[in-house]
C-alpha cells in the first residue's frame, strides 16, 4: 500500500554508499522503478526484470525519476526478461496478481543466494516464497512510499518520503543490515525489524480496511471515512483482531486515528491521517479494469479469520460484494 503526503522536504541526495552491490528488481513500475534509481544513482548495479518492450526502453533509456523528495534526475539501469546470473538482491516489487508469472523470471538456480525481498501487499506471499526458494533467503518487507509509473521508465514519486522495513525470521542479520544501509545511503529509511509478523500485519491493518472500502464503494478516502465511518470502524477492530490471533502486536486505535508522526515510528500510518482526495491502490486497480489485488488482501484475510476462528462478519460481506461485482 502507498502513502501520500503534502509536506514540502527539500530534495535529498544519497549519502556516501558502502560496498557496491548487484541488485535485481522485478516489476520496476512505481515502486520497483524508483528504488532501481535510487539505488543505482548510489552507485550501485541494478538489473531490471520486466517484459521486452519495458525492458528494452529502460536498457536504452533508463530510468526518469520526477521527485520533490530526491529531485528529477535519469539513472541508467540494465534490464533483461529473465535474470541469468547471480545478484545480492532481488526487489520483488509486481503485483501479487502477477507474481506467479514474474517469478518465472528469476530462476532459482539463477538468484543464488541472494536475499529475495518482496515489497507485496497481504501476508500470504513469504510462504510460497520459501517453498519455491532457499527458506533463509526470504526477506519479506515493507515500503510506504507514494510513487506511480506513468509510463514505462518514469516514475513520479509524490510522498515526501520513502520508509522501509527490512524483515525475515530466518535470514542472517548482517545481510538486512547491509541491504538497509544500501538503501538507506541512497534516499529511502530503511530499518531492519525482528517480527516479521508484526511488521506484515501493521500494513495489513489499515491496508485491508482502506482498500476493501475505498474499492467497495468507489469512493475516495475523504468521503469513504466520513460516510461509511461505523463500518470502516468494523473493518479496522476486524483486521486488528484476526492480526492478534496470528501472532501480531497490532492496536485498531493505530491504524485508524493515533497522530501521524507517532504511528509512523512504530510502523503504519492511520487512516485519518491519509489525504480526503487519496483513493486506495485496489480502487485505481477497479477503475482501469485491471485485476484486483482482492485475494491477497481481503481473501488473506478471511482465511487467516477462519484457521483462528475469529468472527469477520462486516469484512466477509464487503469481501463478497466485491467479488460478485467483479464477475
Not at 16 to 21: A, E, F, V
Not at 57 to 74: C, E, H, K, M, P
Not at 116 to 125: K, Q
Not at 155 to 179: C, N, W, Y
Request: hydrophobic residues 45%; neutral net charge.
Amino acid at each position: 500500500m502507498t502513502h501520500e503526503s503534502n509536506s514540502p522536504h527539500p530534495p535529498r541526495t544519497p549519502r556516501t554508499p558502502g560496498p557496491r552491490l548487484t541488485v535485481a528488481v522485478l516489476g520496476p513500475g512505481g515502486v520497483g522503478g524508483l528504488l532501481a534509481a535510487l539505488l543505482s544513482r548510489a552507485g550501485h548495479r541494478v538489473l531490471c526484470l520486466a517484459g521486452e518492450e519495458t525492458a528494452h526502453t529502460l536498457r536504452t533509456g533508463g530510468i526518469q525519476v520526477r521527485s520533490t523528495a530526491y529531485g528529477d534526475f535519469t539513472a541508467p539501469v540494465e534490464a533483461g526478461t529473465t535474470l541469468r546470473e547471480p545478484v545480492d538482491a532481488c526487489l520483488i516489487t509486481v503485483k501479487a496478481t502477477a507474481l506467479d508469472a514474474a517469478l518465472t523470471r528469476i530462476p532459482p538456480a539463477a538468484l543464488g543466494d541472494a536475499l529475495l525481498v518482496p515489497f507485496l501487499n497481504g501476508v500470504e506471499h513469504p510462504a510460497l516464497l520459501r517453498a519455491r526458494y532457499t527458506e533463509d533467503r526470504v526477506a519479506p518487507s515493507v515500503i510506504r512510499v507514494e510513487s506511480t509509473r506513468v509510463a514505462p521508465g518514469l516514475v513520479e514519486h509524490t510522498s515526501p518520503f520513502a520508509e522501509i522495513d527490512l524483515t525475515g525470521a530466518k535470514v542472517p542479520r548482517p545481510r538486512l543490515d547491509a541491504l538497509a544501509e544500501a538503501l538507506t545511503a541512497a534516499g529511502p529509511t530503511a530499518r531492519v525489524l525482528e517480527d516479521e509478523t508484526t511488521a506484515l500485519w501493521a500494513k495489513m491493518s489499515f491496508l485491508a480496511p482502506l482498500a476493501l472500502l475505498t474499492t467497495r464503494y468507489a469512493l475516495p478516502l475523504g468521503e469513504a471515512r466520513t460516510r461509511h465511518r461505523e463500518e470502516l470502524a468494523s473493518l479496522v477492530a476486524e483486521t486488528a483482531a484476526v492480526s492478534r490471533a496470528c501472532g501480531a502486536s497490532v492496536d485498531p486505535a493505530q491504524a485508524l486515528a493515533l497522530p501521524h508522526s507517532r504511528l509512523r515510528s512504530s510502523g503504519g500510518t492511520p487512516i485519518d491521517a491519509f489525504p480526503p482526495a487519496m483513493k486506495s491502490s485496489m480502487q485505481r486497480d477497479a477503475e482501469a479494469g485491471r485485476p484486483l489485488e482482492l485475494d491477497a488482501i481481503g481473501g488473506a484475510l478471511l482465511r487467516a479469520a477462519d484457521r483462528h476462528g475469529v468472527p469477520v462478519p462486516v469484512t466477509a460481506r464487503i469481501v463478497r460484494e466485491l467479488r460478485a461485482a467483479a464477475r
